[in-house]
């Protein structure tokens, strides 16, 4: 069946850096688009940027447009989330899924699977 285990989040002080990780199983990871989610506490799930199967094109919501960067290793069935100069108001608990539609292009509002992991809580707080 589909899953996704995402690892990598913890404490980190305002400005700071953290690098999560979500491996993908199930389905076939090189076949489709990536994203990370994340839910924070009282608010609605957003999606905070996607890439396409092949890495050739990515999305990012405008909060952490600049700051946040994705990757993927299709060797590994793993995606990256590069996430730099936090703020406190990027606390959350992050998620990954795939896109279930393949896409020539990155886009926020992809089709995820109904399975979703565990999730990473990345608290940010001095």
């Known amino acids: 069946q589909v899953q996704f285990v995402e690892s990598g989040g913890g404490l980190v002080q305002p400005g700071g850096s953290v690098k999560l990780s979500c491996i993908g199983s199930?389905?076939?990871?090189?076949?489709?688009?990536m994203s990370w989610y994340r839910r924070a506490p009282g608010k609605d799930r957003e999606t905070v940027s996607s890439i396409t199967m092949h890495g050739d094109s990515t999305a990012y919501a405008d909060s952490v447009k600049g700051r946040f960067t994705i990757s993927r290793d299709n060797g590994k069935n793993t995606v990256y989330l590069q996430m730099d100069n936090l703020r406190p108001t990027d606390t959350a608990v992050y998620y990954c899924?795939?896109?279930?539609?393949?896409?020539?292009?990155?886009?926020?509002?992809?089709?995820?699977?109904?399975?979703w992991g565990q999730g990473t809580q990345v608290t940010v707080s001095s």
């Open positions: 199930g389905f076939m990871f090189d076949l489709h688009g």
């Open positions: 899924n795939a896109d279930r539609a393949q896409r020539a292009e990155a886009i926020l509002d992809g089709i995820p699977f109904s399975s």
